[in-house]
């Protein structure tokens, strides 16, 4: 049973630059959520996906940006990247109607901006 | 608004029993989660609870009071790999965006 993953890794940017995080879904799961996590912190929400639409969205400007594909897989968009977003980008998917709609991670990617 | 407290650090010891206490205050609840995140890897999830009450499943229980906007997970039979964050979070109104504490910095001692 294949969990979720995403890509890459580790990512090193410059302020200014643009990043597109991947996430794939646990099998059996339809809905993506997004999440930044800086240190010492909790998780912080991004936005939620499902059907391909964004469904909510946490306090974050409109430089992030998301996308979802119809095998469920996402994406995460950062534009005009500032040194405050170095964070480990978390994606998480659940299953509409599935117990508690409980979401499961990915490893996340962590993005270091200089 | 929507705010999550639970303490920042415990300690305790190997074999032993530890409660971490989550509040929250939120417009609207949809279900309570507890996660484990160690040092450097992503959350993996424990437990959740919808309704008052104590959920078991193995060393791990979670407790909820709707009305006292209170949770706890009780951590039986300490191990060191338990030495962990541990994050309380809460669905909120509309069902889909999940709030999250700062975490709970467990470290289990011999």
């Known amino acids: 049973d294949a969990g979720v993953t995403q890509s890459p890794t580790h990512l090193i940017k410059t302020r200014g630059q643009q990043v597109t995080l991947r996430c794939s879904p646990k099998s059996g799961h339809d809905t993506v959520s997004w999440y930044q996590q800086a240190l010492g912190q909790g998780p912080q929400f991004i936005f939620q996906?499902?059907?391909?639409?964004?469904?909510q969205r946490g306090n974050f400007p409109d430089r992030f940006s998301g996308h979802q594909f119809p095998n469920y897989s996402s994406e995460l968009n950062v534009n005009a990247l500032l040194l405050g977003d170095s964070a480990l980008y978390l994606c998480a998917s659940s299953l509409v109607g599935g117990a508690g709609e409980t979401q499961y991670f990915g490893p996340g990617t962590r993005l270091l901006v200089l | 608004g929507q705010n999550i407290d639970q303490p920042t650090e415990m300690t305790a010891t190997e074999g032993a029993i530890v409660q971490i206490n989550c509040t929250y205050q939120t417009s609207g609840f949809n279900g309570l989660f507890w996660y484990q995140q160690h040092a450097g890897e992503a959350p993996t999830f424990l437990s959740y609870?919808?309704?008052?009450g104590l959920e078991e499943k193995g060393r791990f229980s979670s407790f909820l009071s709707r009305s006292k906007g209170y949770s706890y997970l009780l951590l039986k039979e300490l191990q060191m790999k338990d030495s962990a964050s541990y994050l309380c979070a809460v669905r909120g109104p509309g069902g889909f965006k999940t709030i999250f504490g700062a975490g709970t910095r467990l470290f289990v001692k011999a």
């Open positions: 609870n919808v309704l008052d």
């Open positions: 996906y499902y059907e391909e639409e964004e469904r």
